[in-house]
Nanobody, 115 residues
Framework: QVQLVESGGGLVQAGGSLRLSCAAS????????LGWYRQAPGKQRELVAR???????NYGDSVKGRFTISGDNAKTTVYLQMSDLKPEDTAVYYC?????????WGQGTQVTVSS
């Protein structure tokens, strides 16, 4: 099992920045990537960004150029630096640990961007 603990959400004005953190523990040797998804009310959960442990990154189209994902050398913590935030970025952000088969999810952290 892998446990994920997120931090860093909150309320910010449009144009502002926030940094989310996710710490993974447990059987982390079974995963090959850490990333972030988000889910806004009434919408499906969508990929925000993913960092594979070989260094490859994926970003959702709506955040490219504004968000940056990074991780520590131990491959147990991942960060999401969010800049130029927009009201449409408002959502619950979930940390995800990716592996072959079902992945693991954190509890989620709320990000609210006011206009």
């Amino acid at each position: 099992q892998v446990q994920l603990v997120e931090s860093g959400g909150g309320l910010v004005q449009a144009g502002g920045s926030l940094r989310l953190s996710c710490a993974a523990s447990g059987t982390t040797f079974t995963i090959n990537a850490l990333g972030w998804y988000r889910q806004a009310p009434g919408k499906q959960r969508e990929l925000v960004a993913r960092l594979y442990f070989n260094g490859t990154t994926n970003y959702g189209d709506s955040v490219k150029g504004r968000f940056t994902i990074s991780g520590d050398n131990a491959k147990t913590t991942v960060y999401l630096q969010m800049s130029d935030l927009k009201p449409e970025d408002t959502a619950v952000y979930y940390c995800n640990a990716h592996r072959k088969g079902p992945g693991y999810w954190g509890q989620g952290t709320q990000v609210t961007v006011s206009s």
